[in-house]
């Protein structure tokens, strides 16, 4: 009952404000006009080639096919695109035999074949966004195919032209490889190096808040690289975005160094020419060729300029950002040199079709055996997702409704795991549903002046419909049914009942869709709970790997820390969403908004201290000699056990607050965490540097004067790191939950 009341009152507070038809966010600059094109021509085509030939309908299934298997083609980077359009195309082809031959014979086994595949559809989402709009494709292939039953050997034939329409796109996309080879993965670092000159920027004003995640644009693309490039090219790419990976600690160092010492406008300078320098080697990336020299010599100039400053406490961070940045330019340069020619290419690198790795397999396993059941976020919304498409097929099979097969592709589309976003997407649906179908009905009339020309009108609505896709979703609405009412059109249905039809379903699955999130809702408290506790834990996990790797350099293994770098980017992208979904939900206690963007403030400043230990790190490995690594190495590892101790406690208690239903009864009860700062303080006066701390003002900077210059980054990673840990320990104990991000 409080849910429910919770729900209601919600959604009378956002139905009832002025301008409750929110129609989203226009993203122009997602406009995505090339790969729109691509798309469009895939279904373009099989559709042409059909009406040409006399064979109207084999061209329109074949368009059924690639419709669905476009919008995948957005998906992924390279490799991984052709992958998720071929296993869409596949999923596809199975669901059309399934759907025409199910409604041919008993059209009621119908209602629980649809709530398995929903509940496929909806417990694959838990692998991600590409898992949702893969899966989400069969589940719509199998009732538009219940639309046309037929017997076994026709809808064998069907599900063929379905699965050559899904591979044509994919076609498409593996010769799109040719035409624009390394244009994606330049773009993806330009977009990287944008992120690290606006972050030096924000730096250089005095925010502090962390790097943007659109700093690994361009570790996702070379993850799954175009396999024309030419070799030599993506080795310099590999390069040129580690190195941006090390600027990025290196930028953090320096602006936590700033941040620490005394008020003054040290450091300014050298973050103001770090954004300069960084904004043209991101220019370089993606300028015409005869440009690109341009833009790496006036970064080369800006850099001969640029300078630490001899008597700062944070010189040690920038003198590494200098080296790095000098690296970054010389990089450049090398990727501009190596030239387009073809080369025989290592059969093992180019392999156009990826090659999964065991461990994630193993990974989505394990992801979906734990979203099975109704504990986890993903699997309640499959199992809502199941049971509201079954009741909505029962309820147009009982109605007897033309068309009916459109109320439960609306409740696929519209109902999602979040609140906010079923609200408005189902509003903004049937709002671009009513547009679109009018549109379309208008668009039949093109068929008087001529085939060409209704052809060519609907390959515009069709264009158009893939263009801002991710721009809004109305309009995307819009010219997507624009196309569907002119393609059933072709089939030989009359576009006014179509339209009618379509808008009755799209009426009928909004309103079960939205009716479904009110009495069963699925809050992102108890999921958020469990994301932020496992942020929590592998931030503590991998502060204390670094804090070990620091007194033994060249022993480290590199590839557990890389591996943990990214569980815990990975785990902070998680934590955020959580957050941000919270946020346009009603409060539900004990994990209320408000606690949790608290907790993830807390979260990005351990973030922060973890880069600036990376860089201290860096430092202090390609230092010539280390004397106090021995004395320092008993202290550290004391520091580093306690700090994972610390930070498992916190995870307990956060998932402890999830599984704890109602507003807490008090502040959250945890076993007392280690003295973090005083373990910290042990480091930077042992007994040895009491005279020199004796001799100057008593504190640990002077201490930290007498160490190694990479010891300042020891000492500013370590502090930030003591008083993240502390500020999320006196959130959970009832403290001030508006912590805000440091500026």
């Known amino acids: 009952m409080a849910d429910l009341r919770a729900s209601r009152g919600y959604l009378a507070a956002e139905l009832g404000r002025s301008g409750w038809l929110d129609f989203g966010a226009f993203r122009w600059r997602d406009l995505a006009l090339g790969p729109a094109g691509r798309a469009a021509f895939g279904v373009i085509t099989p559709l042409a080639i059909g009406v040409a030939t006399g064979h109207d309908a084999f061209g329109s299934y074949a368009a059924l096919g690639a419709l669905p298997a476009g919008f995948v083609s957005f998906r992924g980077v390279t490799r991984t695109r052709v992958l998720a359009v071929a296993l869409a195309a596949a999923g596809m082809a199975v669901s059309t035999f399934v759907g025409a031959i199910t409604e041919a014979s008993h059209p009621w086994l119908l209602v629980p074949i649809i709530f398995v595949w929903a509940y496929a559809a909806g417990l694959l989402a838990a692998l991600g966004p590409t898992s949702l709009v893969v899966s989400l494709q069969w589940p719509v292939a199998l009732l538009i195919a219940s639309a046309l039953p037929l017997p076994p050997a026709a809808a064998a034939g069907r599900a063929l032209l379905v699965l050559a329409g899904g591979l044509w796109q994919a076609l498409l996309v593996v010769t799109s490889w040719a035409v624009a080879r390394g244009s994606a993965e330049r773009t993806a670092l330009a977009q990287s190096f944008h992120a690290l000159s606006d972050y030096a920027g924000d730096l250089a004003s005095g925010r502090q808040e962390p790097p943007s995640q659109a700093t690994l644009a361009g570790r996702m693309a070379l993850r799954d690289p175009n396999p024309l490039i030419r070799t030599a090219a993506r080795m310099h790419m590999l390069d040129l975005n580690e190195e941006g990976e090390r600027i990025r600690d290196s930028l953090t160092a320096l602006g936590i160094g700033r941040a620490a010492g005394p008020p003054g406008p040290g450091g300014r300078d050298l973050l103001l020419a770090a954004q300069l320098i960084l904004a043209e080697i991101a220019a370089g990336l993606t300028a015409r060729p005869g440009q690109r020299s341009v833009h790496l010599l006036a970064a080369r100039n800006e850099l001969a300029a640029a300078h630490a400053e001899s008597a700062a406490r944070w010189r040690w961070a920038g003198e590494a950002l200098l080296g790095q940045l000098r690296a970054a330019c010389r990089i450049a340069q090398r990727l501009n040199e190596a030239e387009p020619a073809r080369q025989e290419r290592r059969e093992q690198d180019d392999a156009w079709m990826p090659t999964p790795e065991l461990a994630r397999l193993r990974d989505m396993a394990l992801t979906l055996r734990a979203s099975l059941g109704t504990s986890s976020e993903a699997g309640r919304h499959a199992l809502r997702l199941a ?357």
């Open 387 to 743: 049971v509201v498409t079954a009741v909505t097929e029962v309820i147009v099979h009982a109605a007897e409704l033309s068309h009916g097969y459109w109320g439960v592709l609306t409740v696929f589309i519209v109902l999602r795991p979040d609140y906010s976003s079923t609200l408005y997407r189902g509003l903004q649906r049937a709002a671009g549903t009513l547009a679109g179908a009018g549109l379309g009905v208008l668009t039949v009339e093109l068929a008087r002046i001529g085939t060409t020309v209704l052809l060519a009108g609907i390959a515009i609505s069709l264009l158009a419909a893939y263009a801002v896709f991710t721009v809004n979703y109305l309009l995307y609405a819009v010219f997507l049914t624009d196309f569907v009412v002119v393609l059933l059109a072709i089939l030989g249905l009359p576009p006014g009942p179509t339209a009618v039809a379509r808008l009755i379903g799209t009426g009928i699955g909004t309103g079960l869709a939205l009716l479904a999130y009110v009495l069963w809702p699925t809050w992102a408290g108890t999921s958020a709970s469990e994301k932020l506790a496992r942020l929590f834990a592998l931030q503590g996990t991998y502060a204390g790997t670094l804090l070990r790797a620091y007194t033994r350099p060249g022993q480290a293994d590199a590839g557990r820390l890389a591996q943990l770098r990214i569980a815990v980017r990975r785990g902070r992208i998680d934590a955020d969403a959580s957050a941000d979904r919270l946020a346009g939900e009603p409060d539900h206690p004990p994990m209320t908004g408000r606690l949790a963007r608290s907790l993830t403030a807390a979260a990005h400043r351990i973030t922060q201290a973890t880069i600036t230990l990376t860089a201290a790190l860096a430092l202090h490995e390609a230092a010539p000699a280390r004397p106090g690594d021995a004395g320092l190495r008993p202290r550290l590892d004391r520091l580093a056990d306690e700090v994972e101790e610390a930070t498992a406690l916190l995870a307990q208690a956060v998932r402890q607050l999830g599984a704890t239903p109602g507003p807490p009864a008090g502040p959250v009860a945890f076993p007392p965490l280690p003295q973090l700062r005083a373990r910290q303080q042990q480091i930077w006066l042992p007994a040895d540097m009491t005279a020199a701390t004796a001799k100057g003002s008593g504190g640990p900077a002077t201490a930290l004067e007498a160490g190694p210059a990479e010891g300042a980054g020891l000492f500013a990673a370590t502090d930030g790191l003591v008083d993240a840990i502390n500020t999320v320990a006196h959130v959970l104990r009832g403290g001030d939950q508006e912590v805000r991000e440091p500026r």
